[in-house]
């Protein structure tokens, strides 16, 4: 999975999201996530990193191998 797929499958979701991606080993396998959003408002840190996950749709683990993710409320 790519870094355009992966910020383009979080806004799918999160359509208000700003999103930053990086590629951490350069394998295109390990990649880091901060996602900003007002609809992180009120939620719980898991909460958040929830929405974030299910805009994968079951391709954690598999397409994409490892997501460290930072999210923040606006």
């Known amino acids: ?3 355009e797929e992966i910020k383009k499958a979080i806004l799918a979701t999160i359509s208000d999201a700003t999103v930053t991606i990086e590629d ?3 394998d295109g396998d390990h990649y880091s996530a901060i996602v900003k959003s007002k609809s992180f408002v009120g939620k719980t840190r ?3 990193h929830k929405m974030v996950y299910d805009a994968f ?3 954690m683990g598999s ?3 490892a997501l460290k993710l930072k999210t923040i409320s606006e």
């Open 1 to 3: 999975m790519s870094e």
């Open 24 to 26: 951490l080993k350069g």
């Open 46 to 48: 898991v909460e958040q």
């Open 57 to 59: 749709k079951g391709k």
């Open 63 to 65: 397409e994409l191998h």
